[in-house]
């Protein structure tokens, strides 16, 4: 396993004067896009690697001038004002929900450089002067790039729009879930799909149960071994895909089965999936007559997938299944659930090998 690598830049944040275009647009209202850097733009993009602008300018003006550029649909998040860079950096890393360590931040400027490096030590800051190289640093060509990673920014502005509605949705969450006609669907991996795999267990940090990079090979290795499950979750709804949301990786004994790997991105948190996932496994679990053992190592960000097992009813107790498997590192837990018959929300709608029954509706009468 691989666990050493530079980690891959998520995000490029922009700044537009002197840096992304030619010129100050205060100054010349027609400022100069130079054809390399639309290009690099483009291969960025085409690497799944998202893209903002963190600039001190008049918004109007400025977004006008992307628009009439043809590059406009590139910037999600845009932060054009006239406040501090790293405020501006910081509001598109919190909403994107990625760490610093994988924003990059692009300025002419030294000292809004430095303003950045100040506040957000871990962002990667770089000058105009580097742009000729960028997209060969390693931190900016990523290992595999997948049918997900071309569209990334698509399924980022669709779940903009969809975070806006349910802004606007003033019924029951649950109603709006229902609305989203959400369908998830977990399918055994086979050799095209395991570049969406690998993608994710580099990619997910809050919703990954042990913070472990399976490279190609190691996933390779583990389809060929009859004990070994690796299922992949892809999601949809009525605004578009949300590709390949959570990977599973599953040893499977005589007396339990060794949940080795849960992982699920963090953009589908709102919509309870790794719960899903979970229960499923559960179910599954109980029918074929096993306990479940669950690896868990804690890091920096991905306290959330604790209480995600915890909730479940997964435990640190004592079981004689456990004494199965081969000793585990010293930074892993081992939680253990006795399985039994869980639903699936009627929100969503489940397809899978030994699908969930979906949780009955109740019906609401007055008092």
Not at 205 to 213: E, F, K, L, R, Y
Not at 355 to 360: I, Q, T
């Amino acid at each position: 396993m691989v666990t050493g690598t530079v980690k891959t830049i998520k995000c490029v944040v922009w700044d537009l004067d002197n840096t992304l275009w030619q010129g100050t647009i205060l100054e010349d209202r027609h400022v100069r896009l130079d054809d390399s850097v639309r290009e690099l733009i483009r291969v960025l993009d085409s690497r799944g690697i998202l893209q903002s602008v963190a600039s001190k300018n008049h918004y109007d003006l400025a977004w006008s001038r992307l628009e009439e550029l043809g590059i406009a649909e590139y910037f999600i998040l845009p932060q054009i004002g006239w406040g501090p860079k790293s405020a501006s950096v910081s509001r598109i890393m919190e909403t994107l929900n990625f760490a610093e360590s994988v924003i990059a931040f692009v300025d002419d400027q030294p000292a809004e450089r430095a303003e950045v490096a100040f506040h957000l030590p871990e962002v990667r800051c770089y000058s105009p002067e580097q742009l000729s190289g960028l997209a060969d640093l390693a931190e900016f060509v990523p290992a595999n790039i997948t049918e997900d990673a071309r569209r990334r920014r698509l399924m980022y502005q669709a779940s903009f729009i969809r975070d806006a509605a349910r802004e606007e949705f003033s019924g029951p969450d649950e109603e709006f879930l229902r609305s989203l006609e959400l369908v998830l669907k977990i399918t055994p991996a086979d050799p095209e799909s395991l570049t969406r795999v690998e993608e994710l267990t580099l990619r997910t940090s809050q919703m990954n149960a042990t913070g472990v990079h399976y490279s190609d090979a190691d996933l390779r290795a583990l389809l060929l071994d009859p004990a070994h499950e690796v299922l992949v979750a892809t999601l949809t709804d009525r605004y578009g895909p949300h590709g390949a949301i959570g990977v599973v990786l599953l040893e499977k004994y005589a007396d339990c089965w060794h949940l080795r790997l849960l992982a699920t991105s963090c953009r589908v948190v709102s919509f309870g999936i790794g719960t899903v996932i979970l229960n499923w496994l559960i179910s599954r679990a109980q029918r074929a007559g096993v306990h479940l053992v669950a690896d868990f190592r804690r890091t920096e960000r991905n306290r959330m997938m604790e209480m995600a097992y915890r909730f479940a009813g997964f435990t640190e107790s004592n079981c004689l299944c456990i004494g199965t498997l081969p000793e585990s590192d010293a930074e892993i837990q081992r939680f253990h659930l006795v399985p039994d018959e869980r639903s699936v929300p009627d929100t969503i709608r489940f397809e899978a090998p030994g699908s969930l029954p979906v949780a009955p509706q109740i019906e609401q009468t007055g008092v």
